[in-house]
Nanobody, 121 residues
Framework: VQLQASGGGLVQVGGSMRLSCVGS????????MGWFRQAPGKEREFVAS????????YYKNSVKGRFTVSRDNTKSTVWLQMNSLKPEDTAVYFC???????????????WGQGTQVTVSS
């Protein structure tokens, strides 16, 4: 499956942003979808994920209550709604797909290109 992420940019502290990731190719609905991020000099880390039918979602502790992951399989799209953004949320955000999914980026099979999110203070 090919993934295309979009929606990044510059936002002020406390602001909101929504990232989108559109899938194409193989059946999108069969995959768990995840969002990861990578800040300069740091390893890529898990942010959020949703199961193939969106009935289970998982979040990094520091984004719980601020970020929401959702998907629409009819549109082959997954979103990451980010509210109350903080400077430490600044990173390149990636979407990923996998038949299982996990907290480890090494276990995800398909990746989109990153989209930069910058939160200014």
């Amino acid at each position: 499956v090919q993934l295309q992420a979009s929606g990044g940019g510059l936002v002020q502290v406390g602001g909101s942003m929504r990232l989108s990731c559109v899938g194409s190719g193989r059946t999108f609905r069969g995959y768990a979808m995840g969002w990861f991020r990578q800040a300069p000099g740091k390893e890529r880390e898990f942010v959020a994920s949703t199961s193939w039918n969106d009935d289970k979602t998982y979040y990094k502790n520091s984004v719980k209550g601020r970020f929401t992951v959702s998907r629409d399989n009819t549109k082959s799209t997954v979103w990451l709604q980010m509210n109350s953004l903080k400077p430490e949320d600044t990173a390149v955000y990636f979407c990923a797909a996998d038949s299982v999914g996990s907290y480890s980026p090494d276990e995800w099979a398909y990746w989109g290109q990153g989209t930069q999110v910058t939160v200014s203070s």
